[in-house]
């Protein structure tokens, strides 16, 4: 289960294993019940001894999804669009500054996603003939939900209420929306140079007809050099005669 941590720089700034052990302690610390299992996609980050290592030392339950199959992951995949990619887009980050927004802003979105976005769960699904029915509980937020559930126990109950006590749903949308325009001025900033200025749609557009003249070669591509005249085998008697620039192997026809 692949998740993002929040308060303190959650977001990771390289993909790297030793700091993906380390947002994994930190998530262990926020959530309000233990972390019995760890399932993750291929990616090398994940499947490495030192993450395998540590699983084995917290008693964590440590699996992977199969190759290309993504429906294996199909809850964190919808939490990451519905969630992630609604907050963040799709614009590409880089730097400390970048790091520290997203950090700000996941630190912002869990709280007020886990205590006062309300979702729907399904609670039935039934198929009658090409006609499927579903049933949903009623609308509630994770934390309404984990208070409702016989198995929570008291001390994570009134740990949760704590939290939610001190929380002010206004402040945290503030923040998330700060966040954001940081975000937003950071990937709308001037590139470094060396980096290519993407050019307008328009402007992109009106070059596609000229833009192959200006490609360059291949590596491996020579050039050409010019034709010289070559000799060329004819059959006597029809085309047996000199044409301009070219020469015969044969004799023109004689009729005697």
């Not at 720089?9 to 959530?31: I, S, Y």
């Not at 499947?47 to 440590?62: L, P, S």
């Amino acid at each position: 289960m692949r998740r993002r941590a929040g308060d303190g720089g959650g977001a990771l700034l390289v993909r790297e294993q030793t700091l993906l052990v380390a947002v994994l302690t930190q998530l262990r610390g926020l959530m309000p019940f233990p972390l019995l299992g760890f399932d993750s996609d291929n990616d090398s980050v994940f499947i490495n001894e030192t993450v395998r290592d540590y699983c084995m030392e917290a008693g964590i339950a440590f699996t992977r999804c199969r190759p290309y199959r993504k429906n294996d992951q199909a809850h964190v995949e919808q939490k990451n669009g519905s969630v992630v990619r609604r907050l963040v887009g799709y614009r590409r980050f880089e730097g400390l500054e970048a790091a520290r927004a997203l950090a700000e802003l996941y630190a912002a979105a869990r709280l007020f996603v886990n205590f006062f976005q309300p979702s729907f769960k399904l609670a039935e699904k039934r198929r009658d003939g090409a006609n499927v029915y579903k049933r949903y509980h009623t609308p509630a937020p994770p934390y309404q939900r984990l208070l409702d559930d016989p198995r929570t126990c008291k001390e994570t109950r009134e740990r949760l209420r704590s939290v939610f006590a001190e929380l002010e749903p206004v402040k945290l949308l503030r923040d998330i929306r700060g966040a954001q325009e940081k975000l937003v001025i950071l990937a709308d900033a001037t590139p470094a140079e060396g980096h290519s200025v993407p050019l307008p749609l328009d402007a992109f557009m009106a070059s596609l007809r000229t833009l192959w003249q200006g490609s360059e070669a291949r590596p491996t591509a020579k050039e050409k050099q010019p034709r010289e005249c070559q000799e060329f085998r004819v059959r006597g008697g029809i085309m047996g005669r000199k044409i301009p620039n070219y020469g015969t192997t044969q004799s023109p026809f004689d009729p005697r």
